[in-house]
Nanobody, 128 residues
Framework: VQLQASGGGLVQAGGSLRLSCTGH????????IAWFRQTPGKEREFVAA????????YYSDSMEGRCTISRDDAKGTVYLQMSALKPEDTAVYSCAAKIGVAPGRVPMENRLHGMDYWGKGTLVTVSS
């Protein structure tokens, strides 16, 4: 599975942005897809995950209530709709795929075993 994140850009604090993660490969719809973010000098941080069927999601405490993850397997795309953005949300956002793992277990699985596939990230900059 090949993944590519897009949709990043510059947004003012309080604004909204929708990121897209496009997957290529006939098994894309079998994977749990997750979003992570990273800023220079900091550890990569989990943001949100959605399972292969799209009916289960899981969010980090820092983003819960401010973002929604969804997927359209017909388009091979997972979306991350973010709102009420803060300057501290500035980061490179990347999507990743993991097979056979529920969204709530993605942070632990990533720490212990890593994700199966990673896509190139997209930069989100939130100005104050």
């Amino acid at each position: 599975v090949q993944l590519q994140a897009s949709g990043g850009g510059l947004v003012q604090a309080g604004g909204s942005l929708r990121l897209s993660c496009t997957g290529h490969g006939r098994t894309f719809n079998e994977y749990t897809i997750a979003w992570f973010r990273q800023t220079p000098g900091k550890e990569r941080e989990f943001v949100a995950a959605i399972n292969w069927g799209g009916e289960r999601t899981y969010y980090s405490d820092s983003m819960e209530g401010r973002c929604t993850i969804s997927r359209d397997d017909a388009k091979g795309t997972v979306y991350l709709q973010m709102s009420a953005l803060k300057p501290e949300d500035t980061a490179v956002y990347s999507c990743a795929a993991k097979i056979g793992v529920a969204p709530g277990r993605v942070p632990m699985e990533n720490r212990l075993h890593g994700m199966d596939y990673w896509g190139k990230g997209t930069l989100v900059t939130v100005s104050s």
